[in-house]
């Protein structure tokens, strides 16, 4: 069972960074594929990216692509979302979540099995 904890949120204006940290506990991080997801209120949870256990394969979605970068430092046992030109329309909680295993990265919401608690995003405009 793997714990995870997000941090770095906070409220930042539109065109700036924030850069989001996942820290896990209870196992090492470098058995598993992890993702970033995020829920704006009144909408569905969604996913934002993804990447395998060794960082080799990332995943984003459309909306993020070429402003958002996940990486991984499994030493550190964390996971990162690196968030540039931010806008309004990102302004959700943001949540990371582990894979059971030794599975492959997934875009899919259902395939995560460890959530953490969500970290608050505002983008100002």
């Known amino acids: 069972h793997v714990q995870l904890v997000e941090s770095g949120g906070g409220l930042v204006q539109a065109g700036g960074s924030l850069r989001l940290s996942c820290a896990a506990s209870g196992r090492t991080l470098s058995h598993y594929a992890m993702g970033w997801f995020r829920q704006a209120p009144g909408k569905e949870r969604e996913f934002v990216a993804a990447?395998?256990?060794?960082?080799?394969?990332?995943y984003y979605a459309d909306s993020v692509k070429g402003r958002f970068t996940i990486s991984r430092d499994n030493a550190k046992n964390t996971v990162y979302l690196q968030m540039n030109s931010l806008k309004p329309e990102d302004t959700a909680v943001y949540y990371c979540?582990?894979?059971?295993?030794?599975?492959?990265?997934?875009?899919?919401?259902?395939?995560?099995?460890?959530w953490g608690q969500g970290t608050q995003v505002t983008v100002s405009s």
């Open positions: 979540a582990a894979r059971p295993p030794f599975l492959v990265a997934s875009t899919q919401i259902n395939d995560y099995r460890y």
């Open positions: 990447i395998n256990w060794n960082g080799g394969t990332t």
